[in-house]
């Protein structure tokens, strides 16, 4: 599968990289600028092209058979930047996918987006980005999976997680283990039309999406 990953040159999309360097699917890593090209290659990327998740990206998506979005305005951007990414960006390249017939869309989400207004103050704008991007995609006719991590660490991954489709799991996870659990997700039919939580647990990857 060929695969357009938006937020590539993030950590987690780093991660994923890596870790589809070593399977059977095609990365294409959307960059804003052309000398961040070849280190993602190094990393894993089967090729990069330019592009701005706050413009038309289609020209990028051509030839592409999924989507993964793993991009964010990150903690250091205020509201207006958050709302241009991980809201407006996001909800761009969902009707750019459909529109172009890409039926498959994989997005990090967030925990507490189910329910924003419910976060701690200082979080329910960012929360309101990913819950209208949510709920946008889930309304988008797509082939979706939402992927709502727990607090990010940059630990080791350890290949193991706890999944739940029915309610929020509270508690952490590594980087590496979400961009592995992105990558199962693009062959786990039982990904397909989810909503589900993910943290560090006991059950290997690929049997924890299985179960959903």
Not at 57 to 77: L, N, Q, R, W, Y
Not at 151 to 170: P, R
Request: glycine share 10%.
């Amino acid at each position: 599968m060929h695969v357009f990953i938006a937020g590539a040159n993030g950590q987690i999309g780093q991660h994923l990289l890596r870790e589809m360097a070593n399977s059977d699917h095609e990365a294409r890593a959307m960059v804003r600028h052309p000398d961040q090209g070849p280190e993602l290659q190094q990393l894993g990327a089967t090729e990069t092209v330019l592009g701005d998740l706050e413009k038309d990206c289609s020209e990028a998506m051509k030839g592409c058979d999924a989507v993964i979005f793993a991009a964010g305005s990150g903690p250091h951007t205020g509201p207006d930047k958050t709302t241009d990414v991980d809201q407006d960006g996001a909800i761009r390249l969902i009707d750019t996918a459909a529109a172009m017939g890409i039926k498959r869309f994989i997005i990090v989400s967030s925990m507490g987006a189910e329910k924003p207004d419910n976060g701690p103050e200082k979080l329910r704008h960012y929360l309101r980005a990913k819950h209208n991007a949510d709920e946008h995609l889930k309304s988008s006719g797509l082939n979706y999976t939402i992927i709502r991590p727990g607090q990010l660490t940059n630990d080791e991954g350890t290949g193991k997680v706890a999944v739940s489709a029915g309610k929020e799991n509270f508690g952490k996870i590594p980087r590496q283990d979400v961009a592995r659990v992105l990558l199962a997700a693009l062959d786990a039919d039982t990904t397909a039309d989810q909503v589900f939580y993910v943290v560090s647990g006991d059950t290997p990857v690929a049997d924890a999406l299985a179960k959903l």
